[in-house]
């Protein structure tokens, strides 16, 4: 996000930027590709992006959830399937426990 507006030491842009990635992980987790393809593309959001409450990042929860397309978009625009926040599980390693999830293992081992 663009807007930035300083008062007092509280940024409105990092806000912004904080829900972008919320609602880019949420997105991702509930199968809403178009909406991960907005984000991305027109609200800054940023790919690797972690959630701070949870240590997801938005393929750990398109992965989780089993949803391959929202994967591939992630994967598409340069997800890092490799990465976690200290004591969360990788995207990689969500979808080799979850064998019902073979899409998102073909995907994540394609790029």
Same mark, same amino acid.
């Given at each position: +996000?663009?807007? #930035?507006?300083? +008062?007092?030491? @509280?940024?409105?842009?990092? =806000?912004?930027?904080? !829900?972008?990635?919320?609602?880019?992980? @949420?997105?991702?987790?509930?199968?809403?590709?178009?909406?991960?393809? =907005?984000?991305?593309?027109?609200? /800054? &959001?940023?790919?690797?992006? #972690?959630?701070?409450?949870?240590? =997801?990042?938005?393929?750990? &929860?398109?992965?989780?959830?089993?949803?391959?397309?929202? #994967?591939?978009?992630?994967? =598409?625009?340069?997800?890092?399937?490799?990465?976690?926040?200290? /004591?969360?599980?990788?995207? !990689? +390693? !969500?979808?080799?426990?979850?064998?019902? !999830?073979?899409?998102?293992?073909?995907?994540? @081992?394609?790029?």
């Amino acid at each position: +996000m663009t807007v #930035v507006c300083d +008062m007092a030491g @509280f940024t409105i842009a990092n =806000r912004l930027d904080g !829900l972008v990635a919320d609602l880019l992980v @949420f997105a991702a987790g509930v199968g809403e590709t178009d909406a991960v393809s =907005r984000l991305l593309s027109e609200a /800054g &959001a940023k790919v690797d992006d #972690v959630k701070n409450e949870t240590g =997801r990042t938005a393929l750990s &929860a398109a992965a989780a959830s089993g949803h391959a397309q929202a #994967v591939d978009v992630l994967l =598409r625009a340069g997800a890092d399937v490799t990465l976690h926040k200290k /004591g969360h599980p990788s995207p !990689l +390693m !969500l979808v080799c426990c979850h064998l019902p !999830l073979r899409p998102c293992v073909v995907l994540c @081992f394609r790029h």
